[in-house]
């Protein structure tokens, strides 16, 4: 590829693209569904992981035994694309004179520029795991009217068994407890008001429904709201996560130690060394360019391994 005037001007920088990698917006949650693991080409092939990747084997052996061979399982691949993604702002060396520390304003922008990459990957995340097509017959639930959880005059209405019921459909198909649930924001405000929870929550002695208790009362130890909203026309925001519920079992292991290989409903295969910041001038020099770019795919790794309960609210 042939290299521009831009690609010799511009210069990244190392100390905006360390914030960049490490900066968390406590509003997004797709890397609770989806974590992230680092890939160093843009094309390849990760392996789709069935049942029996969560199977358990007998491994004692007798004194002067065999080992306990098994046969390896057959290692499906699926190819996946990395695709580019990048926001810049422009800084005019005037705003630069006026900031009362420059380095604190280029880090704003950065911040700035990083939660609109992020709100991208959020809603890609979010449209993945939320369409019901992309689950079983036997992994999700769409609520109709006559059970919307929404609606607490029908004694038929239960939220909490509709929960248990998925928890229980994942386990059926992998042998685990599925380990993260990510619930839409509208959804959770339903849940947590609901009188089949309530009632549960008085019964155990607590004196209200909070957070908190939730997941001991769902027997899920991560569960995450996924309140993130966007607007297309800068006055109407909409919920990236609507009134759905996502029951998964998710690798846990931490960044270090996780791994594509590591069975888990999904991934966000990361491009090595994105997000990174770079900067470059224009304008003979008059305006600063600070640009943020980011190189991922998200790819569903175990469809078997999440359940889907969708429009949960209809009023």
């Given at each position: 590829m042939a290299t521009t005037r831009l690609d010799e001007l511009r210069m990244v920088d190392p100390v905006l693209t360390?914030?960049?990698?490490?900066?968390?917006?406590s509003s997004m949650v797709a890397d609770k569904l989806f974590p992230s693991v680092t890939v160093k080409k843009v094309k390849g092939k990760i392996p789709v992981f069935g049942r029996e990747s969560f199977m358990t084997r007998e491994t004692e052996r007798a004194i002067r035994a065999d080992s306990n061979r098994i046969?390896?399982?057959?290692?499906?691949?699926?190819e996946y694309e990395t695709q580019e993604h990048d926001v810049e702002m422009a800084m005019d060396?005037?705003?630069?004179?006026?900031s009362s520390s420059v380095y604190n304003y280029e880090q704003r922008l950065t911040k700035d520029l990083a939660d609109i990459l992020l709100l991208g990957k959020e809603k890609e995340a979010a449209g993945l795991a939320q369409d019901p097509d992309n689950y079983a017959d036997d992994l999700k639930k769409i609520i109709t009217s006559d059970y919307a959880w929404d609606d607490n005059s029908v004694s038929v209405v239960n939220p909490i068994q509709d929960i248990y019921e998925a928890v229980s459909a994942v386990r059926n198909k992998i042998g685990k407890y599925p380990n993260?649930?990510?619930?839409?924001?509208?959804?959770?405000?339903?849940?947590?008001?609901?009188?089949?929870?309530?009632?549960?929550?008085?019964?155990a002695g607590i004196a209200r429904a909070s957070f908190a208790n939730l997941k001991e009362l769902l027997g899920i130890s991560n569960i995450y709201?996924?309140?993130?909203?966007?607007t297309n026309d800068g006055e109407v925001f909409h919920?990236?996560?609507?009134?759905?519920?996502?029951?998964?079992?998710?690798?846990?292991?931490?960044?270090?130690r996780r791994s594509e290989f590591n069975p888990s409903y999904g991934y966000i295969l990361q491009r090595e060394g994105k997000p990174?910041?770079?900067?470059?001038?224009?304008?003979?020099?008059?305006?600063?360019?600070?640009?943020?770019?980011d190189n991922y795919c998200i790819k569903?790794?175990?469809?078997?391994?999440?359940?889907?309960?969708?429009?949960?609210n209809h009023n």
């Open positions: 360390t914030i960049a990698q490490g900066y968390v917006n046969a390896p399982s057959d290692l499906t691949l699926l060396y005037l705003e630069e004179e006026e993260t649930m990510i619930i839409g924001d509208s959804s959770y405000r339903v849940l947590i008001n609901h009188p089949k929870l309530t009632d549960r929550i008085k019964y709201i996924g309140a993130s909203v966007f919920d990236v996560w609507a009134d759905n519920v996502v029951i998964a079992y998710v690798d846990q292991n931490e960044k270090g990174e910041i770079d900067t470059y001038k224009e304008n003979g020099g008059k305006i600063k360019v600070i640009r943020n770019t569903v790794t175990c469809s078997d391994a999440a359940y889907l309960i969708s429009n949960t």
